[in-house]
């Protein structure tokens, strides 16, 4: 897919008028864009601010592709980094651009790489078991799917993806091997749940799909490093700001966000604090922000989005 065809594809950014919102009152500098998928976020908050430089780390060649096309008109503004994104310190402290004073994670998967049969994520469409973000990385789904031990593959569909049927999923995945294509894994998940599951909205392999993405991308392991490293890279004044659309990541962000604001005391309770503990950033709200119902008419991919946000605080002396 060429690198405009793959701009045109991607989706409207989920929340972006939220997301500038956000923004607004961070000063000049630097803004990374932890996820930059198809560039609309960063076009947006580059837009918002002509001082701003903005760095777009993504592990998708393809995303970083497109990107460049869609900031374009951005010029020398845009940074560009083909990275995971727990690496975010040291990327950060390369690229030397000045404070950092916004840092956006878009988490999940985009629009462009379900919409891509050939990726392999969706099981909307027939391609390979392949779901790989970086096309680099030595586990795809195919590894997955026909490898695993059945209670290896039920462990993974609960835990990532609270799936009830884990059990028979996996034993009828198993039964079925070998498995090659989207196709196939999704009508042997569809023939192992009860046919009351498969009356739904939602197709039934959907939860499994989720599953394997985030086993194949280490997904969930990669968001706490990644928002520690950030919180310590912002200037004060700066925000930073998440969306998630699952539960699991949500659970992440939310402990290391309200464990930042609160400043949470090593100390014994019995005695004074002495190890300087004090919050380091300020919540914008407790409780996550939701799409408007109009934004999830038009985008129907939008309805699961939570996005919490946070300004970072000065530190206080001792």
Known sequence: MSAAAATRSFHVPVMVSEIAEVFAPAGDGLVVDATLGG?????????????????????????????????????????????????????VSACDAGPVVGVLFDFGVSSHQLDSAARGFSHRYDGPLDMRMDPQSPLDAATIVNTYEPE????????NAQERFAARIASAIVGARPLHTTRQLADTVRAAVPAAARRGRRHPAMRTFAAIRIEVNDELNLIEPAIRAALGCLSPGGRIATLTYHSGEDSIVKVIMREAADGVCECPSTLPCICGAAPAVRLLRRKVARPGAAEIERNPRAASALMRAAERLAPTGR
Do not use: W
């Open 39 to 91: 560039g609309g976020h960063a076009a947006a908050l580059l837009e918002q601010n002509p001082d701003r430089t903005l760095l777009g780390i993504d592990r998708d060649p393809e995303a970083i592709a497109a990107a460049r096309v869609r900031l374009a008109p951005f010029g020398s503004r845009v940074i560009y980094c083909c990275e995971r994104f727990d690496r975010f310190g040291e990327i």
């Open 152 to 159: 290896q593959l039920a462990r993974l569909l609960k835990r």
